[in-house]
T-cell receptor
Framework: GAGVSQTPSNKVTEKGKYVELRCDPI?????LYWYRQSLGQGPEFLIY????????DSGLPNDRFFAVRPEGSVSTLKIQRTERGDSAVYLC?????????????FGPGTRLTVL | SQELEQSPQSLIVQEGKNLTINCTSS?????LYWYKQKYGEGLIFLMM?????EEKSHEKITAKLDEKKQQSSLHITASQPSHAGIYLC?????????????FGKGTKLSVIP
């Protein structure tokens, strides 16, 4: 079946602009995760949804970052007043139940470049 | 917080050679995941290990978790160009009440035909 999809695949924006990144999880997966990967680093956790609610947002770096999942499926990561340091690959993952030892399946990522 | 250290950082091998990548945790592992990433792509799930001494294989890739559950190794037998990419180990945070994964920095593997 279809895997996790993310759009756009690439996004170039100017400093100070607002961006939205979209994630479409595997059908039937209740848990959804956002990670951010900088060059030469492993992915770093941002936020985790169980259904429609954010169960853990401890990884969001500051209040410029916000994510929603209004119907428990598609999620949008929103970044306000972008800064050059926000440039990274933003990865989305989903898992079936969001419980312990539940395998997370990743999408191809969105490469964000802030000029 | 848990930290994962991977070694080596990069590896260049001749096609057909065997190789091993290591992942060492600062804390006892509750669950350890191995993923592969190609440039411009997402992470592809390889294997998950949970029990001390556990070993799993898929095609020519074998992953082991040591008895103390603080180190894992990934072994590739008779490497092929298709094995090239970045290998990432990730620790499951469930043991600490969190479902996020904490990753190492990755090992970049190049296979020369």
């Amino acid at each position: 079946g279809a895997g996790v999809s993310q759009t756009p695949s690439n996004k170039v924006t100017e400093k100070g602009k607002y961006v939205e990144l979209r994630c479409d999880p595997i059908s039937g997966h209740t848990a959804l995760y956002w990670y951010r990967q900088s060059l030469g680093q492993g992915p770093e956790f941002l936020i985790y949804f169980q259904g429609t609610g954010a169960a853990d947002d401890s990884g969001l770096p500051n209040d410029r970052f916000f994510a929603v999942r209004p119907e428990g499926s598609v999620s949008t990561l929103k970044i306000q007043r972008t800064e050059r340091g926000d440039s990274a690959v933003y990865l989305c993952a989903s898992s079936l139940r969001g419980r312990e030892l539940d395998t997370q399946y990743f999408g191809p990522g969105t490469r964000l470049t802030v000029l | 917080s848990q930290e994962l250290e991977q070694s080596p950082q990069s590896l260049i091998v001749q096609e057909g050679k065997n190789l091993t990548i290591n992942c060492t945790s600062s804390k006892t592992l509750y669950g350890l995941y191995w993923y592969k990433q190609k440039y411009g792509e997402g992470l592809i799930f390889l294997m998950m290990l949970q029990k001390g001494g556990e070993e799993k294989s898929h095609e020519k890739i074998t992953a082991k978790l040591d008895e103390k559950k603080q180190q894992s190794s990934l072994h590739i037998t008779a490497s092929q160009p298709s094995h090239a990419g970045i290998y990432l180990c990730g620790a499951d945070g469930s043991g600490a009440g969190s479902y996020q994964l904490t990753f190492g920095k990755g090992t970049k593997l190049s296979v020369i035909p």
